[in-house]
């Protein structure tokens, strides 16, 4: 199998580095941007498979990123997880109208995340979670 490309935009070290724990034996190609615009500029330089994409971001938030990602034809059917810390706000609603594919709420279980991952990148999560 070969790998999947994964871009992680997210502003945080430590959840980028939970994430980076959660995929290190899984099939991913992991690449890391840490605000909207950087993960934009990462997006269209790497063509990434699928996106986890934190909404609180720095620069521009990740409405903003989805938005402009689903305005090119290559993104026009590249998964984009949402993850966000603002779960009773309306984020969810917000992130799919935005363009993302999915939601998930921090904290979350490691499994809902290899789940979702594996969901979208199509195998199964149970034979490659760590």
Do not use: W
């Not at 903003?64 to 984020?91: C, K, M, W």
């Not at 921090?106 to 594996?118: E, I, M, N, S, T």
Request: a negative charge; one cysteine or more.
């Amino acid at each position: 199998m070969s790998l999947a490309r994964v871009l992680h935009i997210e502003d945080n070290p430590s959840n980028r580095k939970v994430v980076r724990y959660l995929l290190r034996d899984t099939p991913h190609q992991l690449s890391e941007a840490t605000n909207g615009e950087e993960g934009l500029e990462m997006a269209f330089k790497e063509r990434p498979d699928l996106i986890i994409l934190d909404i609180q971001l720095p620069l521009l938030s990740g409405y903003e990123v989805a938005q402009r990602l689903r305005e090119h034809e290559h993104f026009a059917n590249t998964p984009i997880i949402a993850i966000t810390s603002y779960a009773l706000s309306g984020d969810d609603t917000k992130a799919l109208q935005a363009g993302c594919n999915d939601y998930i709420a921090k904290p979350f279980r490691p499994q809902v995340l290899l789940d979702c991952l594996a969901k979208y990148l199509q195998y199964d999560s149970a034979s490659e979670t760590p």
